[in-house]
């Protein structure tokens, strides 16, 4: 069995993959702890049953305490592990692949937390508690930089002086893992557009989209860090750095105010005062409800045209993620905006979340596709055992 992990700030997600060598084989199971004042709750999925609830009491150590729970009751139903594979949202300018996790390849990532402050520190820190407690189970670190790493070098600079982009301050993209699932189905289903030029919207608590030629990414949204771009659940995407100036400058904001402001007090949640969920946006009256979601797909359909400016053109859409798979009323709204390109929505299809979504006459396709960041880390790291 291969266990892949996704940790955060205080959840641990999981899942687990049949493994006997080569490509994995089905997820047996999945599920996802959460740490938070003092208690660690959560449940576990065996197919689609719920076979286990936890709910106890840990004051530290949260991952060890969380890795523990999990690690006890895969050893109960009889499992023995042969890896775990991590998301680690950032590989910087080093890391282009899955790589097995070693004291180096620690301390290289540590080196990345300043640029992934609300992720990086909480993948490691599930590395390192696994570590402890399980010192001789293989581990592997997948990277949402590692898809965009080939993107051309134009894509990838700043217009800052030279020395910035030789000590690693460049646009490095993220997400990769789901654009990397998305391309292998998208061969699957439709090998023409793979081959073709494609936008791909990752719309989730954290949103991207990538301009993908032939299935490799050409640019995207996000940059240096997973700041940038799009507006997000509680970040802001996108800002003229100017305003960072005048925050210091003038409202008197240190470090980690802006931090913050930018990471968690902004995006869907800072612009209607009320969630940086889709879904209770969507079910409010309130007109700032209304405008966070305008200014949501506003700001995503001006990124989709730039990223097909820098493609020279677009063969089909497509649309992953939270937001992405379920919020049919973006998706309407985003192909409705991009009719003059010869989008034609599917009104029924699109409400059904069906994997077309575009009508019979449209000169160009659309897709859902759900993306599943952990089968891709069980694909890259299966070969390698
Ligand atoms: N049925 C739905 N309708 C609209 N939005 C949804 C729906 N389900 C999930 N979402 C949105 O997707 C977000 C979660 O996206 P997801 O990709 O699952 O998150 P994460 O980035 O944590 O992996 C939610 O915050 C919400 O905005
Ligand atoms: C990189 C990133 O933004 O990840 P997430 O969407 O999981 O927050
Ligand atoms: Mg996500």
């Not at 023995?80 to 290289?108: S, W, Y």
């Not at 100036?245 to 005062?273: F, P, R, W």
């Not at 599917?346 to 059904?352: L, P, R, T």
Request: glycine content about 10%; overall charge negative; proline content about 4%.
């Amino acid at each position: 069995m291969l266990i892949v992990f996704n940790a955060g700030s205080s959840t641990l997600k999981f899942e687990l993959f049949e493994h006997e060598g080569g490509l994995p084989g089905p997820k047996v199971a999945h599920g996802a702890l959460d740490a938070h004042d003092g208690l660690i709750t959560g449940e576990a999925w065996l197919g689609k049953e719920v076979a286990i609830k936890w709910n106890t009491e840990a004051l530290v150590n949260r991952h060890d305490k969380m890795l523990t729970l999990l690690l006890d009751w895969v050893k109960e139903l009889g499992f023995t592990l042969t890896a775990a594979g991590h998301r680690v949202v950032h590989g910087g300018p080093i890391f282009h692949e899955t790589v097995k996790v070693t004291p180096e390849v620690i301390d290289a990532l540590k080196a990345f937390i300043p640029l992934a402050p609300l992720h990086q520190p909480h993948n490691l820190s599930a590395i390192e508690a696994l570590l402890r407690l399980y010192p001789e189970l293989p581990q592997f670190a997948s990277f949402d930089t590692a898809f965009h790493a080939n993107e051309p070098e134009l894509a990838q600079w700043f217009a800052l002086p030279r020395k910035f982009y030789e000590q690693g301050v460049r646009r490095y993209g993220f997400h990769g893992l789901s654009y990397a699932f998305i391309a292998h189905k998208l061969k699957q289903l439709a090998p023409k557009l793979y081959h073709g030029k494609t936008v791909i919207m990752h719309l989730g608590n954290g949103a991207s989209a990538c301009a993908v030629e032939n299935g490799r990414s050409i640019a995207s949204s996000m940059g240096f860090t997973a700041l940038d771009g799009l507006m997000m659940g509680t970040r802001s995407g996108q800002v003229d750095p100017g305003v960072l100036l005048y925050c210091q400058q003038h409202l008197n904001m240190d470090h980690a105010a802006i931090e913050t402001l930018l990471y968690k007090q902004s995006g869907l949640l800072g612009v209607s005062g009320i969630s940086s969920d889709m879904r209770t946006l969507r079910a409010s009256d309130a007109p700032e409800a209304k405008f966070a979601i305008d200014l949501f797909v506003y700001r995503l359909v001006r990124e989709i045209g730039a990223l097909i400016s820098v493609l020279g053109g677009v063969d089909g859409l497509i649309f992953t993620g939270g937001i992405g798979e379920h919020a049919a009323f973006v998706r309407d709204e985003v192909i409705n905006k991009l009719a003059w390109l010869g989008f034609e929505l599917d009104a029924s299809k699109n409400e059904a979340n069906e994997t077309i979504i575009t009508s019979a006459n449209s000169k160009l396709p659309a897709y859902v596709i759900p993306t599943d960041e952990a089968r891709q880390i069980a694909y890259e790291l299966g070969p390698m055992l």
